[in-house]
């Protein structure tokens, strides 16, 4: 179910409901600003008995630690907000090393003259994401930049998960006779900020990805094991991007079946007149995992056992051929080479 939350940035007419330059400047605003919304909303606690650094504990073994901006254009879109995406982002990241993502840590850039109460709403959003994903957000900071300095607002979060196993889930151990299992439909979050960033009027269908897959991989780690040897999010650069990283990392050539990728016809509509591949588009709440071929039936219950996977696709095979290459068979029957995202197809995406 997509949902749109309003932004109400450009219709704020009151001066006090505006972020001034003293927002961010470390002294009686900026005080105001934590105390009565960024830290109520973001981490459930009052301001008091605020420190310079967050103290965690509880922690022994191997550690996930991560980071990522966000700048995204619109900032409210299809499905989330700028937001959600920021936690969903680096909870991501954070889950494709088979971690269990535990402690956030929220960067705010924010432009001289933005709305408090669209400022609110994100905030909640955030929050609203941290709880479903199961993590705290436990520091962060605040600046106000100019107005025409920014845009609007940026996003930066890093991001903690404890690894508790002893698995080797990187980007280096794809192995010949792997299957590449997709966990659902290509290319829904940058068809979703592109119709935002548009106006276009477009089907509900389209709407973004983003989501939490730290419960998704949880569930692949305890069930495959060993078997279980990449995960990663095919964000930037879409699912043809992060193939092409697997199979250079990984030293194997790549196969992948063009009629096997799961892509909404609504999103293939709008890819079809923009004149883009999903295959290059972002995802946010996708992942692609390398499994033995053994266990591809155990694999794929294991995806559609979840939420997030039901519509979980094996789209491709591992072999032993020249290292790097990626080819598709494609549905009339070729093959074609399958490269990285050259240039920017679609700027601001996250
Ligand atoms: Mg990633």
Redo the contacts with the bound molecule.
């Keep these: 179910m997509c949902y749109a939350l309003p932004f109400l940035g450009d219709v704020a007419i009151m001066n006090n409901d505006l972020i001034l330059l003293g927002h961010g400047s470390g002294g009686r605003l900026s005080h105001q600003l934590l105390d009565e919304l960024i830290i109520p909303l973001l981490s459930g606690t009052s301001a008091a008995g605020q420190n310079d650094a967050a103290l965690l504990d509880g922690i022994t073994g191997r550690l996930a630690f991560?980071t990522?901006t966000f700048v995204v254009d619109p900032i409210f879109f299809p499905g989330g907000t700028i937001g959600s995406l920021a936690v969903h982002?680096t909870v991501?990241?954070l889950a494709?090393m088979g971690a269990r993502p535990l402690w956030l840590s929220v960067g705010l850039i924010i432009e001289e003259g933005f709305s408090k109460e669209s400022l609110r709403v994100i905030l909640e959003d955030m929050r609203g994401a941290a709880d479903g994903a199961g993590v705290r957000i436990v520091t962060g900071d605040t600046k106000v930049v100019p107005r025409g300095k920014g845009d609007k607002l940026f996003i930066a979060t890093s991001g903690i998960g404890a690894v508790e196993h002893d698995l080797t889930i990187h980007g280096a151990n794809a192995q010949p006779g792997d299957v590449i299992i997709i966990n659902g439909t290509i290319g829904d979050h940058g068809i979703a900020v592109m119709a935002g960033r548009e106006g276009l009027e477009v089907s509900a269908e389209i709407c973004s990805d983003s989501a939490p897959l730290n419960g998704l991989t949880a569930e692949l780690v305890a069930s495959l094991g060993a078997d279980l040897h990449v995960l990663?999010?095919p964000?930037r650069g879409g699912v043809a991007t992060?193939i092409k990283e697997i199979a250079l990392q990984s030293s194997v050539t790549i196969r992948l079946r063009e009629e096997s990728l799961p892509v909404k016809p609504a999103v293939r509509g709008v890819c079809g007149i923009l004149g883009l591949d999903p295959l290059f588009v972002a995802n946010e709440g996708k992942l692609l995992a390398f499994v033995s071929s053994k266990v591809a039936d155990r694999a794929l219950a294991t995806f559609r056992a979840h939420p997030l996977g039901r519509d979980a696709a094996i789209i491709g095979t591992v072999g032993a051929g020249p290292a790097g290459r990626v080819d598709m068979e494609t549905v009339i029957g070729g093959i074609r080479a399958v490269e990285m995202l050259s240039g920017e197809q679609l700027p601001r995406i996250c």
């Design positions: 991560t990522d982002g991501n990241d494709m990663r999010d964000t992060t």
